[in-house]
């Protein structure tokens, strides 16, 4: 299974931000160290091209030249440097880089099939707006990702190819939903804290709010609801990729979640989700999206675990094309 990071790119932050920024690498050590079967690349730098196809051209110079405003550097979170502009760009290459590899396969746009399965080791910064940064999130990985792979696919295959944007974070994705809300090419499903940022939410294609304290039974029984309400809604136009936003931050141990999963309650998220795409044939790119755990270790286990769930998950795929072949 291929994984993609960037963690090679850290932000000079200023003493007790309370960003997790060596997450990233702790997770990428984890996984090569115990998990033989991904293969972790660096990712790519998103293009300004590529970048545009979600985001305002103005938005995209303003953070490349460094001209973005004390206002808008403080509602990201980071301030500007050279740093958090290549980790931004390389945040969304690894989620094209992910798509393209469970879209297209090893030889992407060559015909060799889907590999069903692929990750981006950071991603989900899916509080990026078309026209500005917020909550951590300086550009959309997963808006550019899915245009850009309808755009590669209309090229290779003369066909529309329909999106799905699984968001289960604990935080509502407000700006992937504004980028796509007048696109119906694009479903978007958000499960978050109804009382958690952001604080004014956006409309979702599907949007599940949940009560502070949500356990594992309650949550799973709103996911599987979930899930069966947005194929449902899909049925005439089911999707033909997906991206799965697999944020750690739903866990008992996080300190800004406020909901109360277990860490077999995440893994059986994933599980369920994984799943589900699997046996419609949905390939899908992961992105760990969002980690505050109180214990640093504490989040990387749970991605960790996530990782693990979907390494499984591609060698069910890889079973599944044997067999076709």
């Not at 090229?155 to 504004?178: P, W, Y």
């Not at 141990?253 to 989700?273: F, H, P, T």
Request: glycine content about 8%; charged content about 25%.
């Amino acid at each position: 299974m291929r994984a993609f990071h960037s963690d090679t790119f850290v932000l000079p932050l200023p003493a007790g931000h309370p960003f997790p920024m060596t997450k990233y690498r702790l997770l990428r050590d984890a996984a090569e160290a115990t998990m033989p079967g991904i293969r972790v690349t660096e990712a790519p730098a998103a293009t300004d091209g590529e970048l545009a196809l979600a985001h305002d051209p103005a938005w995209i110079e303003a953070v490349a030249q460094g001209t973005t405003s004390a206002a808008q550097q403080r509602e990201i979170g980071f301030p500007w440097s050279e740093r958090m502009v290549e980790r931004a760009r390389r945040s969304v290459g690894a989620s094209v880089a992910a798509a393209r590899a469970a879209l297209f396969g090893e030889t992407a746009g060559a015909g060799a099939g889907p590999e069903g399965v692929a990750a981006n080791l950071a991603g989900g910064t899916h509080h990026a707006y078309a026209h500005k940064g917020s909550g951590y999130c300086v550009f959309n990985d997963v808006a550019v990702a899915a245009r850009l792979m309808q755009a590669e696919w209309h090229r290779v295959r003369r066909a529309l190819l329909r999106v799905m944007v699984i968001d289960l974070d604990v935080h509502q994705g407000n700006g992937t939903a504004h980028i796509f809300r007048d696109d119906d090419t694009v479903f978007t499903l958000s499960l978050h804290g109804a009382k958690n940022f952001p604080f004014r939410k956006e409309a979702s294609d599907l949007d599940v709010d949940l009560p502070d304290g949500c356990t594992d039974e309650p949550y799973l029984e709103a996911l599987d609801a979930a899930l069966a309400t947005a194929f449902d809604r899909q049925a005439a136009a089911p999707p033909g990729l997906a991206f799965y936003l697999a944020g750690a931050d739903p866990h008992e141990g996080d300190r800004l979640g406020r909901l109360k999963l277990s860490n077999e309650g995440l893994a059986e998220r994933d599980r369920r989700v994984l799943a589900e795409l699997r046996r419609r044939g949905i390939p899908v790119a992961l992105s760990m999206a969002g980690g505050y755990g109180r214990d640093l270790h504490t989040t990387v286990a749970v991605q960790r675990r996530t990782l693990e769930l979907a390494l499984q998950s591609w060698q069910a795929w890889q079973g599944l094309r044997q067999e076709a072949a």
